[in-house]
């Protein structure tokens, strides 16, 4: 069982940056794959970042490659996503979620975080 706790949302203009961080328990969170995914309002939760268990394969969706950074820090159990360049399309709900497998689809993760709001300014 791993628990997420996802932080570091807010309100940010057009441009600018912000930091996530999701923090898990449980003492098998090396095991797990870690993924970001977002959900705009009346939109489907979509895919954003993924990093395998050791940090070794990194995935992005197209509209995150060269401004977001997905990493991990195994030893203190959290995953970032830094997001850069931010524009008001990246306003959404963003999630974290841990699979077993390193993954893109919504289905491969099987736990998930309750979701921190980013809001972005024009």
């Known amino acids: 069982q791993v628990q997420l706790v996802e932080s570091g949302g807010g309100l940010v203009q057009a441009g600018g940056s912000l930091r996530l961080s999701c923090a898990a328990s449980?003492?098998?969170?090396?095991?797990?794959?870690m993924g970001w995914f977002r959900q705009a309002p009346g939109k489907e939760r979509e895919f954003v970042a993924a990093?395998?268990?050791?940090?070794?394969?990194?995935d992005y969706a197209d509209s995150a490659k060269g401004r977001f950074t997905i990493s991990r820090y195994n030893a203190k159990n959290t995953v970032f996503l830094q997001m850069n360049s931010l524009k008001p399309e990246d306003t959404a709900v963003y999630y974290c979620?841990?699979?077993?497998?390193?993954?893109?689809?919504?289905?491969?993760?099987?736990?998930w975080g309750q979701g921190t709001q980013v809001t972005v300014s024009s």
């Open positions: 990093i395998s268990w050791g940090g070794g394969s990194l």
């Open positions: 449980g003492r098998t969170f090396r095991n797990y794959a």
């Open positions: 979620a841990a699979a077993r497998q390193f993954g893109v689809l919504r289905d491969e993760y099987d736990y």
